[in-house]
């Protein structure tokens, strides 16, 4: 009778660690359709660098579960022409992007082997900023709103792991349109970004 396979070792991932990561995101605005001939989305992307630090404590049928804060900074500023039924508005320029991005959130994960697979959610936070020809000032306003991600920790060895997590953020909305243009009463703008990072930690 053939001898059973050996069980794959499972790694232990409680405790704290600590780590940076590093990729690149898409942000997205939707600009509201009563100031614009129609509602439209503008886009911007760019790279994100940031740091990560957190606890998790691993059960004994292998859940995990856990809390992370991370720090991060975008460089994804993009520019567009406004088309607009109101003349004041119409061949304008505007520029925007966000600058930092903060986040606490739980997690929930399996340990099978090397990997962690998990899921996590939270509070994130983020600063926009832009600017607009007509008036010819910057504006910036904070957003908070919620998170949420997928991911793979790997275990090289006791004290180092890789990381490849991909998340979603709504940041809800933000009266820039108003900032920007300095009429009162219109529609705001609604921001999300979605972002794909890798990375590098160590637990101890």
């Known amino acids: ?24 995101g898409w942000l997205a605005g939707e600009i509201p ?31 995990v579960i856990g809390i992370e804060g991370a720090y991060s900074y975008n460089w994804n500023d993009n520019d567009y022409v406004v088309s607009s039924p109101l003349p004041i508005l119409n061949g304008q320029s505007v520029t925007f992007g966000t600058e930092w991005r903060a986040s606490v959130e739980g997690r929930l994960g399996y340990a099978w082997g090397k990997a962690l697979v998990y899921a996590s959610g939270g509070f994130v936070s983020t600063r926009l900023e832009g600017s607009f020809s007509l008036t010819g000032q ?20 006791e004290h180092v792991f890789g990381r490849l997590k991909a998340s979603y953020s709504d940041y809800g909305k933000t009266d820039l349109v108003t900032q920007a243009t300095g009429l009162p009463g219109l529609d705001d703008t609604k921001l999300s970004q979605a972002s794909i990072t890798a990375g590098i930690g160590f637990k101890f």
């Open 138 to 157: 910057d504006y910036d306003d904070v957003l908070n709103g919620w998170t949420a991600g997928l991911g793979v920790d790997y275990a090289f060895n």
């Open 33 to 63: 359709e009563t100031v614009f001939t129609a509602g439209k989305t503008e886009a911007a992307s760019g790279g994100t660098a940031g740091v990560f630090v957190g606890y998790d404590h691993q059960l004994d049928n292998r859940m």
């Open 1 to 24: 009778m053939p001898a059973a396979p050996p069980s794959l070792a499972v790694v232990d991932w409680s405790g704290f660690y600590f780590g940076a990561e590093g990729g690149y």
